[in-house]
Each structure stands twice: as structure tokens, then as C-alpha cells.
Nanobody
Framework: QVVVEEFGGKQVQPGESLTLSCVVS??????????MCWFRQSPGMQRELVAE???????KYAESLQGRYTVSRENAKSTVYLKMNNLIPEDADVYYC?????????WGHGAHVFVSS
């Protein structure tokens, strides 16, 4: 059974940095072949793409977040990271990790990030 689990969500102050991690377990296939994505969602809003990193290392960011967010992956640990710098209150959301193509898509249950002083 494939499990996608996010770690690192917490409350931070404006201007601080935070790194989320996402670990994929239970897959018989090599983690490195999958596109991994981070999404975020506010209450009552649609889930929106934050960042995506493909198996070849091609990276895409939401235009509004480019420059403050950095996505990376560590295939040996089946882990993808999202580093968020200079956080603002509008970054407070639930952040979801998705194991994308190829094959079945799996989502984590989300990591809560709170930004307030």
C-alpha cells in the first residue's frame, strides 16, 4: 500500500523560513521515476499547485511563488522537500504532497502551516 506523508508543518512568524518534507513508502516501483508535486489549499478554495519536480529534475513553480519557494527531491530517501522563505500570512495553508505520474496518483493528508506573529 502506497503511503504519502507530509512532515514539518507548524506555526512560524512572518519573514521566517520553513521546510516541509514528503516521504513516499510502500511502493514497489523506484521513487525516482515519479513526478512529485506540492499543492496548497485554503478553506473554501480550490487546491492550487505550488511546485512540481519531475523524474528528470524539471521544476515548475506557481508564478506568484517563484523566488521564495524551492522544491527538491532526494530519491535515495523517497523524499521531496519544499523550502519556503520569507513567509507571509497569505502562505498559511494546508500543504499537500502528491505522487504523480506514471500510474496511480496518491495524495498525502496535508501539513498545516500557520504564519502569524
Amino acid at each position: 500500500q502506497v503511503v504519502v506523508e507530509e512532515f514539518g508543518g507548524k506555526q512560524v512568524q512572518p519573514g521566517e523560513s520553513l521546510t516541509l518534507s514528503c516521504v513516499v513508502s510502500g511502493t514497489p516501483r523506484d521513487f525516482s521515476i515519479f513526478t512529485m508535486c506540492w499543492f496548497r489549499q485554503s478553506p473554501g478554495m480550490q487546491r492550487e499547485l505550488v511546485a512540481e519536480i519531475t523524474s528528470s529534475g524539471t521544476i515548475k513553480y506557481a508564478e506568484s511563488l517563484q523566488g521564495r519557494y524551492t522544491v527538491s527531491r532526494e530519491n535515495a530517501k523517497s523524499t521531496v522537500y519544499l523550502k519556503m522563505n520569507n513567509l507571509i500570512p497569505e502562505d498559511a495553508d494546508v500543504y499537500y504532497c502528491k505522487r504523480g505520474s506514471p500510474g496511480t496518483v496518491y495524495w498525502g493528508h496535508g501539513a498545516h502551516v500557520f504564519v502569524s506573529s
